[in-house]
């Protein structure tokens, strides 16, 4: 996939630019597209409830440009599909973190637990690294972005997990002991994201992977529009609504485009390598 | 954060529109299909009218094969052919095409179910007048049934309006979306309540509607 | 030949091995076209299922069935359409449509046939106002009595007026004086209009007046068949005699003889009234029509001849296929010698039951015995109040139809 | 007062407004215990639904229904249950079970009453063997014929022996051998278990045979109602005697009467049997169960004493609540005067109807007349040869029953 | 990436085994009350046996009411009652939980659907024998809508599959899941499609023993 013939006009022809998002109804899309509009670009927003379907629809040209991933998952996708989608920009990374209702430090977590974690690929992988990182778990081979809650070494862990729905996760704080709840989630779920208990580190090189991106198409990384739309993200008034909508915990981060496919060619690489 | 209803008014109010235009065209065209393959799986059965052991089973196994498929799995097995067909996999046309032909296929077997217990002496009777099968189907069979089938197409109805929750999952949208993603998704009881709410009027509108019909067709 | 309706050999077998039913059994039977054809026999003897072979809603399992020179069983739906649209039927459990109205229901085959709307309209109207239901137009199936559906059965089978009619207890469900006018209007359209009738029946209503020809069915098998009187006149086989002499009721049943008895002590016989029984010889009168030999008057003549009087005491003399036939039970008073010969001269001309006197019964039954064949024992269906009433042990009744 | 079913006033609207249906219209009437009621009247007059309201399955609308001394339109379901379960009940469209065998359906009331499971079996043997059935026994009613089905309906209805069977067009669907066991058996558990039978009936063999009382009913009312014998032999309201006269079939209608006449050119009278009718007065001869007067020795009694010959030519005489009834249509040859004084004779004790001679008939038509009311003109039933045969116009059959 | 089948090989039994467990105790659970929603509903309709106007209506709103919410969000909604019985709210417990009762709903509606044509005449032969009306709807009722019922379950076992499917939204297992977490979501179309096959055959299989009862149950 990913040829770019079937892609419709970029925007001047007064076709509208359309994007993928996860979660269109966040207030900072709004305020982008509000500022889009101002410099003549005509965005539609396309709003996907599921991860699965904003990449083949990107691929096959029904979408512009789509930003709901980070690069873990986009190089997932790339692998398993065989595509060459490509980071065009960044926007953010949000840490994943722990949360309970019932403990209230890490410590404070007793033996034989149960942890509700997403149950999406990546976020369900890196969910388990949060935990081991956390000296909660154990992950046969050290784990790495892959890993599944089947890795977990039993003997050596002190807790179990429960993969639920990335939204779910905070519901299920009523009945479990703690969840690694999505950055989405938290303040929607009326948590404040200082009583996280434990949560992974933004700023190390370990979390590069999670690197929220824009994609496109291969070969469309230098389109004007698109590279305008990058930047208008990291206006202070949509970065600001991002990061009320994160609880304050997205770290924004604006690697350049190469980059970024740069982080993307060695996880898909390493997953090549796994495969 | 919670956007107020000046916002969210008009998507809801949009939501309303896109799940109507999504469900009518879905039980017309889904609706009609399922009729047909109902029919067809009843008639062709041993001892019917149109007893057809090939078409029975051939019928009987793709009707089984399409519906247990989780939907959104669905949605993207076909999505080469919605492609071919719709010229796109996302939006409410996509899910519309999706929706329909699954439809079909649980249509099918309501229908198939509702005919079942048909007097056959009814058929009989048309038989001996000298009625085409064709026609004996379309003004007796169909007729005889009715009271159970209105039943069954109401309840297809409010199952069509379930399935449309799952549009998002290709860029559609609709109440049941509408609640996901602005009220589920987001701890935002309010706005879950107030288009469940909206959603359930509209089932219990056509349920109403259903049952007097269904009465209506009777005749006891 | 003008039959229009030939069985040959054909067989009909439901379900397979040891539960098998042979509801027809190799039947071989010719209907003319033209003729009212009635079919008796007792119940589960296979009637409905032979002349559901006719328009093929069963297919004989064996055996020919052919139908205006097309033998049904092998023609393909379509082409079965086309016999199907001359040939009305009246089925016995009625098989309306219950989500049409009674004119809906009758309108029908109008509708089938391709009539126009206006057409329709005119004809259902009539057809409602014969069977007197203009009324109930616009009722549902569900709100008439069984009679009223029946009479919707009825209009709906002769709406299209079709040339061959085949009437499955057509008239069970109705009163008498409608049955008449029912039974009058198939009489018409079968004189008018040529229009065959196969008629089921257990009616002797039914046979007696509209009936042709008659076919008696037993398991399966025709067993007796022929011209209405003859075969009421002079059944042949055990079967036929037991249902003609129950059918008709022209002669005392065990019970009913006992109180006849009771009534009358004197010697009582019983005297089949027959057209072409002629008593004697110069005493039979001869019209165009037929005979009236062996009716009433001959018995009186005879009385008066022996110089025995007599009381008629029971029977009946009613007209099958339009000629006299029945019995009279006769108490007779006078000298013994006198009655003998009397009995004797009457038996030279026709069928004579001597019931015996109330003291010394020559035998208890008359019921099932029909054409001066020996008395025979009762089978049973008169009361005996010395039973265990709701234990039916000793009375059952017999399984006369029902094939294997 | 010894009536186990009494309606008061009892009233059944179906539907409202314009097409409402007084079904049952202010019925009174008291059926006593062990006795056997019939219930007659046109296709549509209530009958049905009258009987319905004695188990209430349809609630009177107005009026009471008082059975074995409760009136069951005020009960409440868990009452009527106990009512209901000494009333046996046999439907005019059978109500079989499509998912039990016969076996099972006949078994279901025992179940219900909680009969033990092996005394079940006993009981559903013996019924099964009753009705015929027996190798039936695990059949599905799908399978079976119309008399097959509705002998099921049958052994179901008196499975627990109830003191009350309410039976709508019971044998309807049975040849007449079998019609005679079944009735045999209804009498039975009337005279020694004393058994209250409610018959609807439009066979006349039935009434006949087992009625003590009937009523008559037309448009949802009962018009006339009492002794069988007496409602048969003098029907007072008008279609009580069209009603009786269609039933008995005893006399000639007016086709038989122009092929009669064809064969018998003289004088032709109807003559009425009825006991009771006593011609003269020496000449009656009574005994224990009622006078023989009016039966045939009278009629050829007053031919000998008027040297009037006489030829028996139609008509029949049987018994009505075992009371003989009926009437004989005899040809008369002899003198004018004689016959006028045979007829004048005749009529001082009995009815006479007299249909003149060939060519010049007194009137066309006497199946209408009963009881020496004046001739009036045929209601139309025969044949009319002249009229369009599918047309109907002229020869609707009459709605006799239905109410407005 | 893709793991091999020695890896999923043993999840995807285990998922067979957390369907059929699932399944097995959501279409007994709500199979049942389903059955006793739907005989109310029937029975409680104006002029039938148990006709109760409140009842009736009461039921009927509330089966529409539940039935039409997205089934995730429904599963949420019940949330706490779940926690009050199950004492959790995730894993496949709780999902049997809201399916039971959403299964409850469904089926009521099938229920009355199949016994509307039921032939009001042998209900009355059943009342004139003084049965009691409980006995009626479960010797007489039922049974003489047993063919069209079996198709219902049948109908009904296949769409309880289907909801199964989500049950991952809230930790629970099965086959559904198995194919979206491990096929779909990771676009493994091997493991989807092999997933998918496993469903289908379990619903073939049930499908074809419906029809057999179904067949059985009819008696023509
Ligand atoms: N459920 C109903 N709704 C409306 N009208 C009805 C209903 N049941 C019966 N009727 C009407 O009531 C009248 C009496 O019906 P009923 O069944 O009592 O007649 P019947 O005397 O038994 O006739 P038959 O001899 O034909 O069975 C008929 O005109 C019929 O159409
Ligand atoms: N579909 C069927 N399957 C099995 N047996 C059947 C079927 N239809 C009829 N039979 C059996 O065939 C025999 C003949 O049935 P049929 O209906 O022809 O009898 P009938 O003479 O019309 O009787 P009736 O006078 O009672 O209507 C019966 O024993 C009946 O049980
Ligand atoms: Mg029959
Ligand atoms: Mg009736």
């Known amino acids: 996939g990913g040829d770019g013939d079937t892609a419709v006009a970029s925007g001047e022809s007064g076709d509208p630019i359309k994007i993928g998002v996860v979660g269109a109804s966040e207030d900072y899309w709004k305020i982008f597209t509000d500022l889009a509009a101002e410099e003549g670009i005509d965005v539609e927003l396309v709003n996907f409830t599921d991860y699965t379907q904003p990449n083949p629809a990107l691929s096959q040209g029904q979408l512009d ?76 081979n050290g784990g790495d972005s892959t890993s599944l809650p089947s890795d977990i070494v039993a003997e050596e862990s002190k807790v179990t997990v429960t993969p639920v729905a990335a939204e779910q996760t905070a519901v299920a704080l009523n009945s479990v002991d703690a969840s690694i709840i999505n950055n989405d989630f938290v303040a929607d779920a009326g948590l404040e994201p200082e009583d996280a208990l434990y949560q992974d580190q933004a700023d190390s090189p370990a979390a590069r992977p999670y690197i929220n991106v824009w994609v496109a198409r291969s070969g469309e990384e230098d389109n004007e529009t698109f590279q305008r739309l990058v930047e208008l993200y990291h206006t202070a008034e949509v970065e600001e609504a991002s990061s009320q909508a994160s609880g304050g915990t997205a770290v924004f981060t604006d690697n350049p485009a190469d980059e970024l496919q740069g982080i993307l060619d060695e996880i898909e690489g390493n997953l090549a390598a796994q495969g | 954060m919670n956007r107020d209803w000046s916002t969210l008014g008009p998507i809801l109010l949009e939501s309303v529109r896109e799940t109507l235009y999504m469900v009518s065209i879905t039980i017309g065209v889904g609706g009609f299909l399922g009729l047909v393959f109902g029919v067809l799986l009843y008639a062709t059965r041993k001892g019917n009218l149109l007893q057809n052991a090939v078409v029975f089973t051939v019928l009987n196994v793709a009707v089984n094969i399409v519906r247990p498929i989780p939907f959104i799995i669905f949605i993207t097995a076909v999505g080469p052919l919605t492609l071919a067909t719709i010229g796109t996999t996302i939006g409410n046309n996509a899910v519309i095409f999706a929706m329909s032909i699954m439809a079909a296929f649980v249509t099918a077997r309501i229908v198939e179910q509702n005919l079942v217990a048909t007097d056959p002496g009814v058929i009989e009777a048309a038989r001996a007048m000298g009625a085409s099968r064709l026609r004996i189907i379309v003004t007796v069979l169909i007729p005889e049934a009715l009271a159970p089938l209105i039943l069954g197409y109401t309840f297809l109805l409010i199952g069509i309006i379930d399935m449309s929750a799952l549009a998002g999952y290709v860029g559609g949208g609709g109440l049941g979306n509408f609640a996901i993603v602005y009220g589920y998704q987001r701890f935002n009881w309010e706005v879950t309540f107030v288009t469940v709410l909206v959603i359930i009027a509209i089932v219990q509108l056509a349920q109403l509607l259903g049952n007097w019909f269904a009465r209506k067709a009777l005749h006891r | ?321 339009e000629r006299p036939f029945g019995s009279l039970t006769v108490e007779l008073t006078g000298d013994d010698a006198a009655i003998d010969a009397l009995i004797a001269d009457l ?58």
Do not use: C
């Open chain 3, 347 to 404: 038996r030279r001309a026709t069928d004579v039951h001597d019931l015996g006197i109330g003291d010394a019964p020559s035998d208890r039954t008359t019921a099932d015995v029909v054409g001066g064949s020996p008395p025979e024992a009762s089978t049973g269906e008169g009361d005996e109040p010395d039973a265990d009433p709701y234990g039916f042990a000793m009375d059952a009744i017999r399984r006369h139809g029902g094939p294997r």
């Open chain 3, 1 to 321: 030949m003008t039959s229009v309706i030939s069985f040959r050999d054909a067989t009909k077998v439901f379900g397979g091995g040891p539960d098998a039913v042979r509801a027809v059994d190799s039947v071989t039977l010719d209907i003319a076209r033209g003729e009212i054809f009635g079919v008796i026999g007792y119940s589960g003897a296979g009637k409905s299922t032979l002349v559901r072979l006719i328009n093929a809603l069963e297919t004989a399992t064996s055996g020919q069935v052919i139908v205006d020179g097309q033998d049904v069983t092998t023609l393909r739906e379509a082409e079965l359409r086309k016999v199907r649209a001359g040939i009305g039927m009246i089925f016995q459990q009625f098989n309306l449509m219950n989500s049409r109205t009674v004119a809906g229901n009758v309108g029908y085959p109008l509708k089938v046939a391709g009539w126009s709307k206006q057409d329709r309209r005119r004809r259902v109207g009539e057809l409602l106002e014969f069977v007197g239901l203009t009324d109930k137009a616009r009722s549902y199936p569900a709100k008439l009595s069984g009679g009223q559906k029946q009479r919707v059965g009825i209009a709906r089978a002769l709406a299209t007026s079709p040339s061959i009619l085949l009437a499955d207890e057509a008239t069970s469900a109705l009163d008498p004086d409608t049955t008449q006018d029912v039974l009058a209007l198939l009489r018409r359209v079968n004189r008018e209009l040529g229009v065959t009738i196969v008629v089921i029946t257990h009616e002797m209503d039914v046979v007696r007046s509209i009936a042709h020809r008659v076919a008696v069915m037993e398991h399966g098998k025709v067993i007796e068949h022929g011209r209405a009187y003859d075969v009421f006149a002079a059944p042949r086989e055990r079967a036929t005699q037991r249902f003609v002499a129950s059918t008709l009721q022209d002669r005392p049943s065990p019970d009913v003889l006992d109180r006849l008895r009771h009534r009358h002590p004197g010697r009582m016989i019983t005297v089949t009234v027959r057209e072409g029984d002629g008593y004697g010889t110069g005493d039979s009168r001869v019209d165009g029509v037929g005979g009236s030999g062996g009716s009433g008057v001959d018995v009186l003549a005879a009385l008066r001849r022996h110089g025995v009087d007599g009381t008629i005491v029971f029977g009946g003399i009613t007209e099958i296929d």
């Open chain 1, 65 to 140: 440009l789509n930003q709901f991933q980070h690069l873990q998952y986009l190089a997932a996708y790339n692998v398993a599909n065989d595509d060459d989608l490509t980071p065009i920009g960044a926007t953010a990374i949000y840490p994943l973190a722990l949360y309970s209702k019932e403990h209230a430090s890490l410590e404070d977590i007793p033996e034989g637990a149960e942890i509700a974690i997403p149950n999406d690929e990546t976020n369900q992988a890196r969910a388990l690294l949060v935990l081991q990182d956390a000296g909660l778990l154990t992950l046969e």
